[in-house]
């Protein structure tokens, strides 16, 4: 249970540490201060209930269609491949920064249900979100048959933790993210995760 928790802790962690629209979201909500509490806690809720969706409606599809968890693993692994070679790539290539400029009339003029709305919909329409909880943690879950709700906390758990810290640490990150070099070791970090996850993945076929 431990591992599988561990296990998921990490993964969960990898796939949401790399910065996008959503998290580029909450950031600027936490740099602003405004609705800070009701972003993050749309972000992390809409995560956990796509990770239990895919952690647990893979163990009920696999046993209508065996071949399908295979398929998701050696897709998940192939994935995650290119995923960290696309994050080694930055980490070489380097130039990102983070652009935090403070627009005090947009943040002043800002609605509590306009900041639910846009975060609602950066979160529900995006594929990528899907790709990640849905198929691929439920690709990886599967290996932990005894354990998968471990495995689902520990997803789950990252993904509370890491919101809560982007928000509430937002202005702590700035000066940090606003350098180039902080996101070049970001991104070596989250590729040597998603090749490890991808092996792992490879070798328990």
Known sequence: MINAALTGFLTGLSLIV????????????????????????????????????????SAQISQRIPALLPLMRWGGA?????????AAWAAYKGGEHLDAARNDAARDSQSLR??????LALTWLNPHVYLDTVVLLGAISARFAEARAGFALGAVTASFLFFFALGYGARLLQPLFARPRAWQLLDALIALVMWKIALSLVLAG
Do not use: E, P
Not at 78 to 86: D, H, I, R, S
């Open 18 to 57: 790399a910065i996008g629209a959503q998290n580029a979201f909450v950031l600027r909500q936490g740099l602003w201060r405004r609705h800070v509490l009701a972003v993050v806690l749309a972000c992390a809720f809409s995560d956990a209930l796509l990770i239990s969706v895919g952690v647990y409606a």
């Open 78 to 86: 192939a994935f995650l491949t290119v995923y960290g070679a696309k």
């Open 114 to 119: 306009a900041a639910l709305l846009t975060c």
